[in-house]
């Protein structure tokens, strides 16, 4: 898959941006599946756009899946200035694409923009937050919650932020009645459905945690 050039000339613009080196990983399962082809094409356009952004290939049985927990294919993690908890399972098309562009640049840079009092209420999160964000490729809302999630990973590595393309994974969607996207689960005891504002999100993470 190659990228047509005005979006390959949008996303270099946006990775001129980068300052640490950012190591994409894609998981692949045994199964040779068109989401999984698409995946990996994606990724490997996208690494050759930046110096500064290594694509690590691995599969289900990879050490590495078991140390970061992958167990859903395809994955993609995303480790910059740390090995932030940002993992997005399915094939990141459609609007999606963008929050993984952006999200690479905030790893890369270790920062993200968040009101400074957003930032204060994540950071105090002391304890692991597991944030399910359920989305599909052409929903417009799904990727400013899906873009939330991550942001909040950054800022808090105790923030597991997992998005989810919810068409890939029926059975785990159907597990948690998703029938609206975006849908947010948090440590499986908050859920909600909708873009809500950063004030909102914030306040169901620590809902979650109390």
């Known amino acids: 898959m190659r990228l047509n050039e005005r979006t390959a000339s949008a996303v270099r613009r946006l990775f001129s941006r980068m300052v640490a080196d950012v190591r994409l990983y894609y998981f692949a399962s045994s199964e040779d599946t068109p989401y999984q082809r698409v995946t990996r094409e994606v990724l490997k356009a996208l690494s050759e756009l930046s110096d500064k952004l290594h694509l690590v290939e691995a599969d289900e049985a990879s050490p590495l ?58 950071s105090k999160v002391g304890e692991r937050v597991h944030v399910q964000v359920f989305v599909t490729p052409t929903c417009p809302y799904c990727s400013l919650a899906a873009r939330a999630a991550f942001m909040y990973a950054i800022v808090n590595l105790n923030i597991v932020a997992d998005v989810i393309e919810a068409a890939e994974f029926p059975e785990l969607a159907d597990r948690y009645s998703v029938y609206a996207v975006p849908k947010v689960v948090i440590n499986d005891r908050v859920e909600f459905e909708g873009a809500v504002p950063h004030e909102v999100f914030v306040e169901r993470i620590l809902e979650a945690v109390s």
């Open 65 to 122: 899946a078991s140390r970061y927990g992958v167990d859903k294919f395809p994955a993609i993690l995303v480790h910059g200035v740390e090995e932030y908890n940002i993992r997005y399972f399915g094939a990141p098309l459609g609007h999606e694409f963008g929050v993984l562009v952006r999200t690479i640049v905030d790893a890369s840079r270790g920062e993200v923009e968040l009101p400074p009092d957003v930032v204060s209420a994540i």
